[in-house]
């Protein structure tokens, strides 16, 4: 049985119990003079838009004993840029009447170790169900106004980090707060973002939303049928922000195939078929590509019929394994 761990209380307490879940474990790499100047331009904004995650580190800092200036310029100005397959299907798609929303996280073989399962419980929050390689800022998961997000990277964008709010501490937020796609699409379109993402978001009542965002501008594009994501942009106006000399084969093939299998299957459509369709080659998006010397590999999965507190979840890659439901 995956384990599943559990935070629960103020963000203070629940900071306390991620220090002693990581202390000893959490290994944090330099922090450069450059990214002390990053992070300390950024930290007005986390103090403006999620005052509480910075208690929550603090408190993770003290009782973890890692130097709170290390820990602050590793969660809030992460470097990480996992690519990822997400989709999000209206009720009226599935066979059980309810939304369904399913993600594909793609990143670095060596991490599928520390894919970690996290039951979130903040006081005056919404409890949450939700997945990260690292503590305090999540990659996606479902709360309990059953409010799904995930996030993909755009490794293509050419610009540069701009002080704002980083796309895991976004996820976390969205998640711990909000109950509707509307309410963390205008929340998403307030804050300043540090680099390029493709926010997807899923609600209960079938709203369906991808969030283009970048530190120049964000573009919200609702759907009522289905919605994709993959690790580039749809939008015409956010297309100028791409280098067009970027390698898109891998992300335009991964997102046509999804689309093509959404459009072919069309209505009453299955958990164990949208299973398939993660883990399969050829025409499925399970992902195992070598980049400049990495395998980048889908190293977890996991589906949501948003209505049910429960996600189907598969550690490691899904063409090797078998998803799991647990309940939040």
């Known amino acids: 049985m995956m384990e599943v761990h559990r935070l629960s209380g103020t963000y203070r307490e629940i900071g306390l119990q991620e220090g002693v879940l990581f202390r000893g474990r959490l290994h944090l790499p330099p922090i450069s003079d450059e990214k002390i100047e990053f992070t300390s331009k950024c930290i007005p904004y986390y103090e403006r838009y999620t005052p509480e995650?910075?208690?929550?580190?603090?408190?993770?800092s003290r009782r973890a004993d890692l130097p709170s200036l290390l820990l602050e310029g590793f969660l809030l100005t992460l470097g990480l840029e996992p690519c990822c397959t997400v989709f999000a299907l209206s009720p009226e798609r599935t066979l059980y009447g309810l939304p369904l929303f399913a993600r594909n996280y793609d990143w670095?073989?060596?991490?599928?170790?520390?894919?970690t399962v996290f039951r979130t419980e903040p006081e005056g929050g919404l409890v949450?169900?939700?997945?990260?390689?690292h503590p305090v800022g999540r990659y996606g998961g479902v709360n309990e106004a059953d409010l799904a997000v995930a996030v993909t990277a755009i490794p293509a964008y050419r610009g540069c980090?701009?002080?704002?709010?980083?796309?895991?501490i976004a996820v976390r937020w969205l998640l711990d707060?909000?109950?509707?796609?509307?309410?963390a699409c205008d929340w998403l379109l307030?804050?300043?973002?540090?680099?390029?993402?493709?926010f997807l978001i899923a609600d209960r009542h079938g709203t369906l939303a991808r969030v283009e965002a970048s530190p120049e501008g964000v573009v919200v594009h609702y759907s009522e049928d289905f919605i994709v994501a993959t690790n580039h942009y749809l939008d015409e106006g956010m297309g100028g922000l791409l280098d067009p000399h970027h390698d898109f084969v891998d992300t335009y093939r991964r997102y046509r195939i999804v689309e093509e299998w959404i459009r072919e299957r069309g209505i009453d459509v299955e958990v164990g078929e949208v299973m398939n369709l993660l883990r399969g080659h050829g025409e499925g998006v399970c992902s195992h590509i070598e980049v400049e010397g990495r395998e980048i590999?889908?190293?977890?999965?996991?589906?949501?019929?948003?209505?049910e507190r429960k996600v189907y979840v598969c550690k490691g890659s899904p063409c090797r394994g078998d998803y799991e439901p647990i309940e939040f």
Do not use: C, K, V, Y
Request: no cysteine; aromatic share 14%; glycine share 6%.
């Open 53 to 60: 995650i910075l208690e929550e580190i603090e408190e993770f």
């Open 161 to 168: 980090p701009s002080p704002g709010i980083r796309m895991n």
């Open 128 to 133: 949450s169900l939700s997945f990260s390689d």
């Open 108 to 115: 670095d073989r060596g991490f599928e170790r520390f894919f």
């Open 190 to 198: 307030e804050i300043p973002h540090q680099w390029a993402h493709n």
């Open 297 to 307: 590999a889908t190293i977890w999965s996991w589906i949501a019929l948003l209505g």
């Open 177 to 183: 707060r909000l109950r509707t796609t509307e309410e």
